[in-house]
């Protein structure tokens, strides 16, 4: 789902961090965010920006992901 | 930073998606101790101004060093004297933009020279930049060890990079003198022969080798100027050297004035809608950094121009020459009115640091020869004799004496070292600084009280004569009071006081701190004079042919100065509380406002000080009353002169920052 006014734009990154809060409009809260250009498992490994408390709009978020391993850290894809 | 976990991503998005829509509008799902409070605080992304990740992918794709070099849109050998003279005078750009405060992130590290110097093939650019990279590193550890730097005057964080530590100063010098040789080569065979007539070419390259010439002196000077200040010894003899250097390289600026447009331009670009990215040469990306810039709100930093940059350069070597003469001044009350009058000039971080650094290179040694207590010890026996101190007095060999002496001397150290350095912050944070150092410094008043009453009592068993009353206390009440004054007066100067609140600042400094500095300067006075008197009657009984020196009062100019400053502050307040009587001073209405809460502000840090003993509003009120009867002076004034004008006065604070001229309306 992607935002009309940017389809233009080239931008997609992948944000990694704690579940903190969202509401109806599904704009979400991470903590500990941390900002990767590539997804994360691609060779070769990224390093990702620190960007600490970040939140989401709903209307910009492609996909969430959800770790199963340690539960509580949802990946999201933003155009 | 890799992280060896496995991941197990189960993507979630219409499981996401359909559970918020059940929620109601306003209403949250949130851990548990996250509410809307910290929410405030998070960082917005997709929002250009907070979200810093965004604008690496604007217009064009933005490369580091190697990709540059695989794109072909950088080159690492085979660098034209055009070329070099652009990418040397934007580099001194961004270092201008960085010692103003800027991140050099933002400045020096957008070229990508900078980033692998190793790399690089072109002997001259390699030179330079490793040059660079040690001046940076000089200037940085310079202003660090200072400490007299706020996040707004500096940024010191180098992201990581390498400084090109493992190339030894006397190499890189090396360097850029070989490159320097081989230029003046170029320099010499393309010179204007008699007889000849050179072709543009040759003409052309002349020029542009005679300024890639000088910029390359001009680096090699300014590297070894900067590692001479830097060092951690005694450099009171090497100054003079420094200074020498310092008129070179200003020369070499002159110079590099007149061929600054020698060097390549930067072509503008066709997106002028981003106030991001600006034109560049090559060998720049301003974007290159964004990444490890802190995710706070996106800075735009304006990277000086070319000349800007030589001017700037110019006046920073002026600068850094006139605190050189810091070795000159007698004594560390010398030294504290040499380095107050620089932070009154234009001054930059950088001065002030090197000032420092100058005085006390290494911790709490003076020219880092001198332990700083010893150096105190003398002010204090050069300010006011105390008998303590003085070599004729039986007091002084008294070991008892010479315990409670240093005790007292060491804790004057930490304050007394605290006032240097208050003068080399910017002069907004000296304001706060003030205020803290007058409460260290009232304990020690304390201490000194103590330390001269304890010595009195000795002094007056052998020599009943002579006192030893508030001598060391009146050294410490004279820095007391100064500083109250320059809180004062800094206030003036920052703007923070309304016209309605001058009259009661300036009857605090006529009626209670120059009349103090005056009493505790005559005291000082007092007690020199009578210990020459004490010394000529103790030669006269040794020998008859004694040369009676006649010492002129020592603080005669500071007193006279004092009183001066002193009438100044009483006829300003008295023609303010004229004014406010008359009702041509706008006041704020008094139902929202209380004059006794903005009085007790503004002379609150005042408080922790027992001498002079702070004044309540109430005495202040009291005299304002006495002023009533003292206005007829401003009413004869103002009677033949627009009397019936009901404009409120104008305050000129030109000549001086906190006595303003009055000009009726």
């Avoid at chain 2, 002997?123 to 310079?142: P, T």
């Avoid at chain 2, 007149?258 to 930067?266: E, N």
């Avoid at chain 2, 304390?446 to 010595?455: G, P, T």
Wanted: with cysteine; proline share 5%; hydrophobic share 40%.
């Amino acid at each position: 789902m992607t935002g009309p006014t940017y389809n233009e734009n080239q931008d997609v990154r992948s944000l990694i961090g704690s579940f903190l809060c969202t509401d109806k409009d599904a704009n979400l809260i991470l903590g500990n965010c941390q900002e990767y250009i590539y997804p994360p498992e691609m060779e070769p490994k990224e390093e990702p920006r620190a960007l600490g408390l970040a939140m989401i709009p709903g209307h910009h978020i492609v996909s969430v992901h959800l770790d199963k391993v340690t539960e509580d850290e949802p990946r999201i894809q933003v155009i | 930073m890799a992280m060896e976990m496995q991941h197990n991503w189960v993507d979630v998005t219409d499981t996401f998606r359909t559970s918020c829509t059940e929620l109601k509008l306003g209403e949250l799902v949130h851990d548990q101790y996250f509410g809307l409070f910290e929410a405030m605080s998070a960082i917005e992304m997709m929002d250009p101004k907070m979200d810093a990740g965004m604008l690496c992918h604007q217009s064009h794709l933005v490369m580091g060093f190697d990709k540059s070099i695989n794109a072909g849109k950088l080159k690492k050998r085979n660098v034209l004297m055009p070329e070099l003279i652009a990418i040397i005078d934007d580099t001194y750009a961004c270092l201008v933009t960085w010692l103003e405060g800027h991140s050099l992130a933002q400045t020096l590290f957008t070229n990508l020279y900078l980033h692998k110097v190793h790399d690089v093939d072109d002997r001259q650019v390699k030179a330079f930049s490793i040059a660079m990279l040690k001046i940076v590193d000089i200037l940085r550890e310079i202003v660090s060890r200072a400490s007299v730097f706020e996040e707004e005057d500096f940024q010191p964080l180098t992201y990581g990079f390498k400084m090109a530590a493992d190339i030894s100063e006397v190499r890189t010098i090396g360097m850029v003198k070989e490159i320097e040789d081989d230029i003046q080569k170029i320099v010499k065979s393309t010179r204007s022969k008699q007889g000849e007539n050179r072709d543009a070419q040759t003409t052309a390259q002349h020029s542009e080798a005679s300024a890639l010439y000088t910029r390359l002196k001009f680096t090699r000077l300014l590297f070894v100027t900067l590692a001479g200040l830097n060092k951690r010894e005694d450099i009171t003899s090497t100054v003079g050297d420094v200074k020498k250097y310092l008129n070179q390289c200003k020369e070499l600026l002159q110079s590099m004035l007149t061929s600054v447009d020698l060097g390549v331009q930067p072509v503008p670009t066709q997106d002028t809608s981003s106030t991001v990215t600006y034109p560049t040469v090559m060998g720049f990306e301003p974007l290159v950094n964004q990444r490890l810039l802190p995710p706070t709100f996106p800075r735009y930093t304006r990277i000086r121009s070319r000349e800007e940059t030589l001017v700037y350069l110019d006046k920073l070597m002026s600068r850094v020459e006139h605190v050189c003469n810091v070795v000159g001044c007698s004594g560390f009350h010398g030294v504290l009115d040499f380095m107050r009058d620089f932070s009154n000039r234009e001054s930059c971080v950088l001065s002030r640091s090197v000032l420092q650094m100058l005085y006390m290179p290494a911790d709490k040694m003076v020219y880092a020869v001198t332990p700083i207590a010893e150096v105190l010890r003398e002010t204090a026996r050069n300010f006011i004799c105390p008998p303590a101190l003085m070599p004729k007095s039986s007091l002084a060999n008294n070991p008892l004496t010479k315990e409670h002496v240093d005790a007292f001397i060491v804790q004057a150290t930490r304050p007394f070292r605290a006032l240097l350095q208050i003068t080399g912050n910017n002069r907004a944070r000296q304001r706060d600084k003030l205020a803290h150092v007058l409460d260290e410094l009232s304990n020690l008043q304390d201490e000194a009280d103590k330390v001269d009453a304890f010595l009195h009592n000795l002094l007056i068993k052998s020599e009943p004569q002579r006192q030893h009353l508030a001598c060391f206390g009146s050294w410490v009440l004279c820095h007391v009071i100064q500083v109250m004054i320059q809180y004062l007066l800094l206030g003036f100067e920052l703007e923070l006081y309304s016209p309605h609140e001058y009259h009661y600042i300036y009857w605090y400094l006529y009626e209670i701190l120059y009349g103090w500095l005056i009493s505790v300067l005559s005291r000082a006075d007092g007690f020199c004079v009578e210990y020459d008197a004490f010394v000529a009657e103790q030669q006269k009984g040794r020998n008859k042919k004694a040369k009676k020196k006649k010492r002129q009062r020592p603080y005669a100019r500071d007193i006279t100065v004092a009183q001066a400053y002193q009438n100044l502050s009483g006829g300003l307040y008295k023609a303010l509380a004229g004014f406010q009587l008359e009702g041509r001073q706008k006041k704020p209405m008094f139902e929202f406002d209380s004059e006794q809460v903005r009085y007790e502000h503004r002379f609150g840090p005042f408080g922790s000080v027992n001498t002079p003993p702070p004044v309540p509003f109430e005495q202040c009120q009291a005299l304002l009353k006495v002023a009533k009867t003292n206005f007829v002076v401003m009413k004869l004034l103002a009677s033949g002169h627009k009397g019936d004008s009901k404009e409120p006065p104008e305050f000129l604070f030109t000549p001086h920052k906190a006595f303003p001229i009055i000009r009726i309306t």
